[in-house]
Protein backbone atom coordinates (compact mmCIF):
# COMPACT_ATOMS: atom_id res chain seq x y z
CA UNK A 1 0.00 0.00 0.00
CA UNK A 2 1.33 3.53 -1.42
CA UNK A 3 0.00 5.10 2.31
CA UNK A 4 -2.53 5.18 4.42
CA UNK A 5 -6.03 4.65 3.34
CA UNK A 6 -7.80 7.91 4.43
CA UNK A 7 -11.98 8.49 4.10
CA UNK A 8 -13.91 11.30 5.19
CA UNK A 9 -17.84 11.85 5.80
CA UNK A 10 -20.13 14.30 6.16
CA UNK A 11 -23.45 14.95 6.93
CA UNK A 12 -25.31 16.66 4.19
CA UNK A 13 -28.39 16.90 6.01
CA UNK A 14 -27.56 18.07 9.32
CA UNK A 15 -27.95 21.89 7.99
CA UNK A 16 -31.06 22.38 6.80
CA UNK A 17 -30.17 24.53 3.32
CA UNK A 18 -26.55 23.72 2.74
CA UNK A 19 -26.80 19.39 2.38
CA UNK A 20 -29.26 20.63 -0.16
CA UNK A 21 -26.75 23.26 -1.61
CA UNK A 22 -23.50 20.65 -1.70
CA UNK A 23 -26.03 17.75 -3.63
CA UNK A 24 -27.01 20.47 -6.07
CA UNK A 25 -23.39 21.47 -6.58
CA UNK A 26 -22.08 17.79 -6.74
CA UNK A 27 -24.70 17.02 -9.31
CA UNK A 28 -23.87 19.95 -11.46
CA UNK A 29 -20.37 19.36 -11.17
CA UNK A 30 -21.12 15.76 -12.85
CA UNK A 31 -22.94 16.45 -15.29
CA UNK A 32 -21.25 19.32 -16.39
CA UNK A 33 -17.71 17.21 -16.23
CA UNK A 34 -19.71 14.95 -19.27
CA UNK A 35 -21.12 17.67 -21.12
CA UNK A 36 -17.87 19.06 -21.65
CA UNK A 37 -15.92 16.22 -22.07
CA UNK A 38 -15.41 15.86 -25.65
CA UNK A 39 -17.16 12.71 -28.07
CA UNK A 40 -13.85 10.36 -28.35
CA UNK A 41 -13.64 10.35 -24.03
CA UNK A 42 -17.25 9.80 -23.75
CA UNK A 43 -17.76 7.06 -26.33
CA UNK A 44 -14.44 4.59 -25.86
CA UNK A 45 -16.72 1.71 -25.04
CA UNK A 46 -18.98 2.73 -27.67
CA UNK A 47 -19.03 2.67 -31.61
CA UNK A 48 -20.31 5.29 -33.66
CA UNK A 49 -21.20 5.71 -37.60
CA UNK A 50 -19.36 8.17 -38.99
CA UNK A 51 -21.01 7.67 -42.75
CA UNK A 52 -22.39 5.52 -44.45
CA UNK A 53 -21.36 4.95 -48.51
CA UNK A 54 -23.52 3.32 -50.90
CA UNK A 55 -21.60 1.21 -53.46
CA UNK A 56 -23.92 -1.28 -53.92
CA UNK A 57 -25.27 0.36 -57.24
CA UNK A 58 -28.90 0.74 -56.20
CA UNK A 59 -30.70 3.55 -54.11
CA UNK A 60 -30.67 2.20 -50.70
CA UNK A 61 -32.72 2.95 -47.43
CA UNK A 62 -31.35 3.63 -43.74
CA UNK A 63 -33.73 3.39 -40.53
CA UNK A 64 -32.23 3.65 -37.13
CA UNK A 65 -35.06 1.95 -35.35
CA UNK A 66 -33.56 2.54 -31.38
CA UNK A 67 -34.17 6.77 -30.92
CA UNK A 68 -32.15 7.81 -28.77
CA UNK A 69 -32.44 11.79 -29.71
CA UNK A 70 -32.76 12.71 -26.17
CA UNK A 71 -29.52 11.00 -24.80
CA UNK A 72 -26.34 12.84 -23.85
CA UNK A 73 -24.57 10.49 -26.41
CA UNK A 74 -26.67 11.35 -29.11
CA UNK A 75 -25.30 13.48 -31.53
CA UNK A 76 -27.81 13.18 -34.44
CA UNK A 77 -31.73 12.52 -33.85
CA UNK A 78 -33.29 9.58 -34.90
CA UNK A 79 -34.69 9.86 -37.98
CA UNK A 80 -38.77 10.23 -38.25
CA UNK A 81 -38.68 8.61 -41.54
CA UNK A 82 -36.31 6.33 -43.60
CA UNK A 83 -33.10 8.10 -44.94
CA UNK A 84 -32.42 7.31 -48.79
CA UNK A 85 -29.61 7.20 -50.39
CA UNK A 86 -28.64 7.30 -54.02
CA UNK A 87 -25.69 4.94 -55.33
CA UNK A 88 -22.39 6.73 -54.80
CA UNK A 89 -23.98 8.79 -52.14
CA UNK A 90 -22.10 9.14 -48.68
CA UNK A 91 -24.19 10.51 -45.50
CA UNK A 92 -22.70 12.04 -42.14
CA UNK A 93 -23.54 10.69 -39.34
CA UNK A 94 -21.31 12.77 -36.69
CA UNK A 95 -20.69 9.59 -34.25
CA UNK A 96 -24.12 8.38 -33.97
CA UNK A 97 -23.82 5.60 -31.36
CA UNK A 98 -24.25 1.56 -33.30
CA UNK A 99 -27.18 0.46 -31.36
CA UNK A 100 -26.41 -2.57 -28.84
CA UNK A 101 -28.09 -5.72 -29.20
CA UNK A 102 -27.70 -8.84 -27.70
CA UNK A 103 -30.65 -11.35 -29.15
CA UNK A 104 -32.98 -11.62 -32.40
CA UNK A 105 -35.80 -9.54 -30.72
CA UNK A 106 -33.69 -6.94 -29.81
CA UNK A 107 -32.27 -6.82 -33.67
CA UNK A 108 -35.79 -6.44 -34.21
CA UNK A 109 -36.54 -3.54 -32.42
CA UNK A 110 -33.09 -1.30 -31.88
CA UNK A 111 -30.65 -2.11 -34.87
CA UNK A 112 -30.16 0.26 -37.75
CA UNK A 113 -31.79 -1.53 -40.58
CA UNK A 114 -30.77 -0.91 -44.74
CA UNK A 115 -32.86 -1.79 -47.39
CA UNK A 116 -33.50 -1.50 -50.99
CA UNK A 117 -35.89 1.19 -51.87
CA UNK A 118 -39.11 0.18 -53.77
CA UNK A 119 -39.14 1.30 -57.43
CA UNK A 120 -42.33 0.67 -59.69
CA UNK A 121 -42.21 -3.01 -60.34
CA UNK A 122 -39.36 -4.18 -57.83
CA UNK A 123 -40.50 -4.34 -54.02
CA UNK A 124 -38.15 -3.12 -51.30
CA UNK A 125 -36.13 -5.65 -50.03
CA UNK A 126 -33.92 -5.34 -46.19
CA UNK A 127 -30.56 -6.52 -46.98
CA UNK A 128 -29.39 -6.23 -43.52
CA UNK A 129 -29.03 -5.06 -39.99
CA UNK A 130 -26.60 -3.74 -37.88
CA UNK A 131 -25.78 -3.60 -34.30
CA UNK A 132 -22.88 -4.33 -31.45
CA UNK A 133 -23.05 -6.86 -28.80
CA UNK A 134 -21.94 -5.43 -25.15
CA UNK A 135 -20.35 -8.88 -24.77
CA UNK A 136 -17.55 -8.28 -26.80
CA UNK A 137 -18.12 -4.60 -27.94
CA UNK A 138 -18.15 -5.84 -32.04
CA UNK A 139 -20.46 -4.48 -34.49
CA UNK A 140 -22.12 -7.45 -36.02
CA UNK A 141 -24.72 -7.60 -38.69
CA UNK A 142 -27.02 -9.98 -39.87
CA UNK A 143 -28.35 -10.88 -43.21
CA UNK A 144 -32.25 -9.83 -44.37
CA UNK A 145 -32.96 -13.25 -44.45
CA UNK A 146 -30.93 -14.83 -42.09
CA UNK A 147 -32.98 -16.95 -39.55
CA UNK A 148 -31.94 -15.67 -36.31
CA UNK A 149 -29.55 -14.10 -33.66
CA UNK A 150 -26.88 -16.70 -34.54
CA UNK A 151 -26.46 -15.83 -38.20
CA UNK A 152 -24.94 -12.48 -36.85
CA UNK A 153 -21.49 -12.02 -38.61
CA UNK A 154 -18.88 -9.64 -37.65
CA UNK A 155 -18.94 -6.58 -39.88
CA UNK A 156 -14.93 -5.09 -38.45
CA UNK A 157 -11.84 -6.72 -37.55
CA UNK A 158 -12.00 -5.18 -34.20
CA UNK A 159 -13.87 -3.03 -31.61
CA UNK A 160 -13.24 0.72 -32.76
CA UNK A 161 -14.57 4.04 -31.93
CA UNK A 162 -15.91 5.16 -34.99
CA UNK A 163 -16.39 3.52 -38.51
CA UNK A 164 -17.87 3.91 -41.76
CA UNK A 165 -20.20 1.17 -43.22
CA UNK A 166 -20.00 0.85 -47.17
CA UNK A 167 -22.21 -0.85 -48.23
CA UNK A 168 -20.96 -3.17 -51.40
CA UNK A 169 -22.31 -4.53 -54.66
CA UNK A 170 -23.40 -7.34 -52.89
CA UNK A 171 -25.62 -5.78 -50.86
CA UNK A 172 -23.48 -6.39 -47.79
CA UNK A 173 -21.47 -4.06 -45.29
CA UNK A 174 -18.20 -3.43 -45.03
CA UNK A 175 -17.08 -1.94 -41.91
CA UNK A 176 -13.82 0.55 -41.73
CA UNK A 177 -12.81 1.19 -38.72
Do not use: H
Not at 33 to 50: E, H, R
Not at 53 to 78: C, D, H, M, T, Y
Request: glycine content about 8%.
Amino acid sequence: MAGPMRSFSCDLESDAGKGVEVKRSFIVAIVATLVSASMPALAWWNTGVVEVVNNSGRQISLVFLESSSSGLFSRVPAPAAPLALVPGARLSFGGRIVPWCDNINELRTKAIVVSTVALKRVAARELFRICQNYRDDIVYYVRGDASGWQDRVRCASGPFPYITIVVESNGLPLCKG
